[in-house]
């Protein structure tokens, strides 16, 4: 998400030894081929408002577009005004030798606190944006973005977010945003422009993994 383009959703691929995937709304995305550039099958994002799971055509945002082969492809979560994700940074995204570039760990932490307001059903553009780095993170590190809802005035959205290491739990770095949810209007032709749907999840699946710590 940037502050002059709504966020769109991500898309994640569950593909069995065949090949084939076991989610019936997975679509195969336009002039794309199986390999590792481009997945074979493109399913909605994870983002349940309340027991219903929100479906979006695949996209190419850079941080959750399946779309982008450059992209970061984020795998994200939603429920309840919060938001994860887990990933490892190739060394395509590094900054210093070894290191993750600061802007891309900017781009994790607005996407999870996009997503997270996502979730409560808003659709909103980044006002605010500010990060503190605590530590370097080296690529191919196995980190996790978490983002939350602090606090709604109106149109304005108040987040916080982290990201840590997963195989530590030390915090990384952490960042704090404000955002302002697009016009009712708007958000209905976003809608309408993703083509998004929603379906009635299935019962015991509506719950964020156990692992994910909540405690900003």
Known sequence: MTSETPTAGPATTDRST?????DPTAETAPGATAGADVPATLASPDVLIGSRRILLTPHNCFACG????????????ARSGRCWT???????????????????????????????????DVWGVTARLQVEFKRPIPVG????????????RRRWLETGARIVDVASGG??????????????????????????????????EAELPEKVDWTP
Request: proline content about 2%; overall charge negative; some cysteine.
């Open 18 to 22: 065949d090949g084939s995937t076991d």
């Open 66 to 77: 399946q779309l982008n082969v450059h992209g970061l492809r984020l795998d994200l979560h």
């Open 86 to 120: 887990e990933l490892s940074l190739p060394e395509r995204f590094e900054g210093w030798e070894g290191i993750a570039h600061g802007g891309i760990i900017c781009t994790i932490l607005d996407e999870v606190m996009a997503w997270a307001i996502v979730g409560e």
């Open 141 to 152: 590190a196995l980190i996790r973005g978490e983002g939350w809802i602090v606090r709604r």
């Open 171 to 204: 915090e990384l770095a952490t960042a704090t945003a404000v955002y302002v949810a697009v016009p009712e209007e708007k958000q209905r032709e976003l809608k309408d422009r993703y083509a998004y749907r929603m379906v009635t999840e299935r019962a015991g």
